[in-house]
């Protein structure tokens, strides 16, 4: 098959690829650009293992082809990062195991920075609610939803601080 120049843009910087129409941007992100985080946990874009945000707005990188996001800014969990150091949320999960395998943790995690963007205090039922898509087979997850709510704590204690 052919392959077309794509200009792709992942945590900040611009990729040109030489990839297949067809290829998908999950595998565009882990063949070519050697970001790994990003999972394939299924075959039915089900489980939110692959989670990345496409204009800030989570998506499942395993339905999207790469070329269609040519000119999109796209972040995964190698993104996440805040000035060299672990982003809030990504800390949390550490500290309150969070995960178990962490095969799921990058998709949760890209899932709920997204939510906490959007509702910086989301109540227990809104968080439910947005981890709705994720799938975790270890965990019963009341200990993501422990991070998540200390993460929230953590950036209320951040912003008033910087006040």
Known sequence: ?????VGLRVNGRTHELAIEPSKL???ALRQDLQLTGSKRGCDDSSCGACTVHVDGIPM???TMLAASCEGQEITTIEGVSEHGSLAAIQKAYGDWGGA???YCTPGFIMTVKHLLAENPKPTEEEIRGALSGNLCR???YNQMYQAIKAAVEAEQKGMAAAR
């Not at 098959?1 to 120049?5: D, I, R, S």
């Open 60 to 62: 499942l990188s395993c």
């Open 25 to 27: 941007l999950l595998d």
């Open 138 to 140: 270890c965990t019963g």
């Open 1 to 5: 098959m052919k392959k077309e120049l």
């Open 100 to 102: 178990q395998c962490g």
